[in-house]
């Protein structure tokens, strides 16, 4: 799932700036720091060790067909296309469809802006002024050339809704999905649109690791430690959890110290097992390494192995302190 913001090149900051550098869920200590842990040591310590998740909060739905949608969202058929939206934004979205699908919305409003990813995606506003990333579900793999982008109903959409609304309700930050819509394709198959809210002044890790300093490096690895710590102990397998999945949100605290929130996206990757099973902790790091080591050999990131052992490290400690049994999603409909 995409929500990528629209900053290719991060901004280059001075000595001084770099030194107060630091990730939302935890303050890396400066360069050259007394007496303090290495950068990762204490990555995953603070707010996150006193995460609790809200996953009660929140019903899904059913999802045995598309025309079902969790609450929060409103659910109709426009002139046989499936919309499922956010109620405050489904005016919105059924105005944009005017346009055919929302992918040719956003492919032809004069304010797009394309993004590459899993295909072209583009970040538009809608007609109500929210910003949003429009995506074109494709299959991918061996078999893209043969299915391109028809699904089975009720296609991956649903599924990538409720994914993400699980992954919210744990703590994970994601993009929200504002809508998405189901085409007919034929008797037999669909194809679907994904519209997620736009992350405003996001990078993915790909980007940092191959452009920015080496202080901004260190706080963005620190952040997507922590991302998948998350990920792991509440039992989230991301099976495409590679850097460019990775997106940076930056903000600036009141001390002038740079925060860094990483989202996962493409969330339709993601299929839930026990929470902190160590061969789900074990999946997510080895597609995570795999991919960081190939945008080193690549593409010139600059990350050492030393970097990825003490994200791994910090991980794994942290998904083995969490209390047993912690994470249990509702799933009733």
């Known amino acids: 799932m995409f929500g990528r913001g629209g900053r290719a090149d991060p901004h280059h900051r001075g000595d ?24 990762h040591s204490g990555l995953l310590r603070g707010t996150l060790s006193s995460y609790r998740p809200v996953a009660s909060e ?25 919309l ?30 394309s993004l590459s990813g899993r295909g072209i995606a583009y970040a538009v506003p809608l007609p109500n002024g929210e910003r949003v990333v429009v995506r074109h ?16 109903p009720p296609t991956r959409a649903p599924y990538e809704l409720a994914t993400s609304l699980r992954l919210t309700a744990y703590g994970v930050p994601t993009p929200e999905i504002v809508g998405y819509a189901v085409y007919r394709a034929g008797p037999l198959f669909r194809r679907s649109d994904v519209a997620s809210r736009e992350v405003r002044d996001g990078t993915d890790l790909a980007t940092i690791l191959t452009t920015s300093d080496a202080g901004e490096r260190r706080a963005a690895l620190g952040a997507a430690a922590g991302l ?24 600036t605290a009141p001390s002038g110290a740079l925060l860094l929130t990483a989202h996962v996206l493409d969330v339709d990757r993601v ?19 795999r991919s960081a080591r190939k945008w080193r050999e690549l593409h010139d990131a600059r990350v050492e192995e ?25 799933t009733r409909s």
């Open 137 to 152: 579900n494709r299959h991918g793999g061996f078999f893209a050339p043969l299915t391109g982008d028809r699904f089975l």
């Open 84 to 113: 499922v939206a956010r109620h405050a934004h489904f005016e919105a979205v059924r105005t944009a469809l005017r346009s055919g699908t929302l992918y040719d919305y956003a492919a032809h409003h004069e304010e797009g802006r």
């Open 271 to 289: 299929e839930f097992g026990r929470p902190g099973d160590s061969r789900i902790t074990e999946g997510n790091l080895d597609r995570f390494m």
């Open 16 to 39: 001084e700036k770099r030194a107060r550098i630091a990730a939302t869920s935890h303050h890396l200590p400066a360069d050259g720091a007394q007496g303090q842990e290495p950068a």
């Open 228 to 251: 998948i710590g998350l990920l792991s102990a509440c039992g989230a397998r991301h099976h495409d959890l590679n850097v460019k999945n990775v997106l940076l949100e930056r903000a």
């Open 58 to 82: 929140i019903r899904y739905a059913s999802y045995s067909s598309a025309a079902k949608a969790p609450e929060g969202y409103d659910c109709a058929d426009v002139r046989g296309t499936t």
């Open 306 to 330: 030393a970097d990825l052992v003490r994200v791994a490290a910090s991980v794994r400690r942290f998904v083995s302190s969490r209390p047993s049994g912690e994470f249990r999603a509702s």
